[in-house]
């Protein structure tokens, strides 16, 4: 049971990782972009 509920929480720690750095990643662009514009 600790096994299955530790792979559980390192799962959503990896998904949650991988969307903040996406998200990051996309927002970083973004301002670049606009930068470039103005």
């Known amino acids: 049971m600790t096994t299955q509920a530790e792979l559980n929480w390192q799962g959503i720690l990896i998904m949650t990782v991988s969307l ?5 990643l996309t927002v ?11």
Not at 20 to 24: A, D, G, L, T
């Open 20 to 24: 903040v750095s996406v998200i990051s």
């Open 28 to 38: 970083v662009c973004v301002i670049l972009l606009f930068r470039n514009r103005h």
